[in-house]
């Protein structure tokens, strides 16, 4: 038997590509932070497009007795190397961001590369980029609310380790 990364929340691995898009949603998961990181090097395009988030593995249906949802939530960052044509807005930064969707629409051009749109309360980012990697730094943690506390998930954070 292979034991899962995390077997209590059910997650079958700590780091995703774009292959696993069908698998993966964002909804309600809470960014923190967002970078847009140069190469060091001439690499073009230059940037790197990353989001520190709290991505929800499960939602926990509530028990009969309960009204609520429960969450395992893991610590992530997002990362869209290559990025280019990158646009977007900012709500008024004191509100909270949390991702709607994030949807893979057809290239608008020649160019093979998708464009991504990643909607979201109080923002809205579009960019053009082969594919992403996304890490989960720390194993799922159960949780009755939709985000973690700061303590709980070591803070902001571009690492781009996996915990398995």
Same mark, same amino acid.
């Given at each position: ?20 898009f069908p698998d993966m949603g964002w ?10 990181? &140069? ?8 940037? !790197? ?21 429960? %969450? ?8 869209? &190397? ?6 977007? /807005? ?6 909270v961001r949390e991702i709607s969707d994030?949807?893979?629409?057809? =290239? =608008? ?11 979201? /309360? ?5 960019? !053009? ?7 989960l730094r720390m194993p799922p943690q159960?949780?009755? !609310? ?6 709980? !998930? ?5 690492? /781009? /380790?996996? %915990?398995?």
């Amino acid at each position: 038997m292979i034991a899962l990364p995390h077997d209590p929340s059910g997650l079958s691995k700590a780091t995703w590509t774009e292959a696993d898009f069908p698998d993966m949603g964002w909804h309600d998961c809470r960014v923190h932070a967002v970078s847009i990181g &140069e190469y060091e090097d001439d690499t073009l395009p230059p940037a !790197r497009l990353l989001l520190d988030l709290d991505y929800i593995v499960r939602w926990v249906e509530p028990q009969r007795s309960k009204r609520q949802f429960t %969450f395992w939530i893991a610590p992530a960052t997002l990362v869209f &190397e290559r990025a280019w044509n990158i646009t977007g /807005q900012l709500g008024p930064l004191h509100e909270v961001r949390e991702i709607s969707d994030v949807h893979r629409l057809d =290239p =608008p051009d020649s160019n093979a590369e998708p464009l991504l749109h990643i909607e979201g /309360q109080n923002f809205e980012l579009r960019l !053009r980029a082969p594919g992403y990697t996304q890490n989960l730094r720390m194993p799922p943690q159960h949780v009755s !609310r939709q985000i973690l506390t700061s303590a709980e !998930r070591g803070g902001i954070s571009f690492a /781009q /380790q996996s %915990f398995a």
